[in-house]
Every structure is written in structure tokens, then in C-alpha cells.
């Protein structure tokens, strides 16, 4: 099946070029994007034929744009719970799923991480269109309490066991090196994670206590970023009884007797 695609208008720090639309043969994309005219017109246009909209997930760079398209072209949505309105969506989908589309299926698998109703689409031929459980380049936000930090790399854990060829992301470039990509994912967790136990050991107690130790010359604008991801990683320790939590601070849980 021909996989082309069409960059929407909405460039920025978490949309990287901005998001990228994928057409798959003449009849179905993925994540139609933001609501942006000119970037359904372009989509409307493409696809004459288009009968199917799968979505990732719910964010206002991905999904919204699926209704006016809907409307436009009468193609049915598909979508996993918690995206858009259930009036509107003609599938809810789930982890597992096979969805047909021309000569290919597509499955579904659940990624929760991101956001909770986070799902991935494989081709059997072994390409994966990852929304924004893996990008292009750079890292994922991971916003609690609807992103999971344990959830997120659990799901990078799925991902590799599908064994998958190529990545096609909602932001940045395709990519080839698909389980050396997931791979790099989860080891730069890991070693985030292994920092944040760290700067706890050596007395750290809060998120931005552990910001200043691992980036103690962050601009401004990305400390906030920063010590959300970093609370992330202590509520995923936290969930595990590694570290506990008490009125937002935060040390390494002793062992018991
Ligand atoms: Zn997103």
C-alpha cells in the first residue's frame, strides 16, 4: 500500500514541522490534525476517495479535524474512547483490533503513556504509525495525571515485541531503524529514571530540586517541562512502592524489615 502524507500548518516546540497526516492507498488516513481549513482542504483533495479516519488520540493536533472531514466526505471515523464526541465517531477501537483497509490490516494496539486512550496502528508489512507515543526525534511529553510515566514505557515494551520494521510518527521524520528507535525510547527512561533515584539518594526531595541537579542551567521557559516530566517519573516510582510521596515531597521508600 502507498503511504504518503500531508504536513498540517501548526508548527511549535511539541508539534515539531507540525503534524503530519498520513494517507494510506486512496482510502484512509491517520490523524487528520488540528482544524486548520486549508490543511482539510488539502487532505479533501488528496483523497477523493477516502472512506476511512483512524485516530491516535484525542489532542487538538490530531483529531479534531476528523469532523469537518467527516462532513466533507461522508468517511467513517474510527477511533478509541475518550477521542471526540461519540455522536461523531462511527468505531470505538481497541487493542487487538484488526481493521481492513484496501489490501492491508491494520492493528490496533493499545499504547497508553501519552494519554490514556493512546493507540498505535501495524501494517503487516511491519510499519507502525505511532502518533505521539514515539516521535521522529525527541522525546514524548508525558503529562500526569493523564499521562503515565509506567503506562508510557510498559507500552514502548509492547511496541518492541511487535518487532516493527518502520516508524511513521505524527511528528518529525519517518524513521527505518524502528526497534533500534524504541529501544533508544526506553533506555533514555531508564536513565532518567535511574537520575531521579539518584538525586532522591543524595537527598533531593522535590521535582524541582531534581531539575536543578540534572539540568541546573535549563532556560526558563523549559524548567516547568521539565519537572512535570520529572514528577512523572516519581509518580510511576511512587506506583511501584520504590519511592513514597508525602505532600509533594518525595524519598527513595527503605526497605522493610
Ligand atoms: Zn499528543
Redesign the pocket.
Known sequence: MIIRDITAPNPGP?TLNGTRTYLLGETAVIDPGPDIRSHVGAIGRAMPKLRTILIT?R?E??APAAVRLKRATGARILAPHGVLDDKVVDQRIRDGEKIAIEDETLEVIATPG??RE?VCFLTTAGDLFT??TILGEGTT?IFPPDGSMRDYIASLRVLLTHEPKRIFP?HGPTREDAVALIEQYLAHRLEREKQVLDCLAEGARSAAAIRKRIYPDLNFLLRRAAEIQITAHLIKLAEEGRVVEHKGTYAIQCAAQ
Do not use: P
Open positions: 511539541f488520540h489532542h493536533d490530531h501519552h494519554t493512546h502518533g505521539d511529553a505524527a
